[in-house]
């Protein structure tokens, strides 16, 4: 069985760093791309960043481009989103996604193959 298992939220300062993590526990998804979304309280879930297993075609959301950096681990089946300089409007709950590429997570939110369960960033002002 597929599972996405996210680490890494939490409460940090406008203006600092936050590391997530994602790791496909059942090491069944071999060669997928994997990605994150994010999902603030009454808005719809939004396309954060998408990367190919091979870390080729990578893609941004236009409002984390410049601050946030995604980077993935073959060997662990994992995905990282480093992300820097952050807003208060960077709060909501971060999605771990896989696809076959990187261009279906960045284009295809709501048919995205496989989700985790999200975990929570909260930025202060």
């Known amino acids: 069985q597929v599972q996405l298992v996210e680490s890494g939220g939490g409460l940090v300062q406008a203006g600092g760093s936050l590391t997530l993590s994602c790791v496909e526990s059942g090491r069944t998804l071999i060669n997928y791309a994997m990605g994150w979304f994010r999902q603030a309280p009454g808005k719809e879930r939004e396309f954060v960043a998408s990367?190919?297993?091979?870390?080729?075609?990578?893609y941004y959301g236009d409002s984390v481009k410049g601050r946030f950096t995604i980077s993935t681990d073959n060997a662990l089946n994992a995905v990282y989103l480093q992300m820097n300089s952050l807003k208060p409007d960077d709060t909501g709950v971060y999605y771990c996604a896989a696809d076959r590429s990187s261009f279906t997570i960045a284009t295809m939110t709501t048919n995205v193959g496989f989700w985790g369960q999200g975990t929570l960033v909260t930025v202060s002002s």
């Open positions: 990367i190919n297993w091979n870390s080729n075609n990578i």
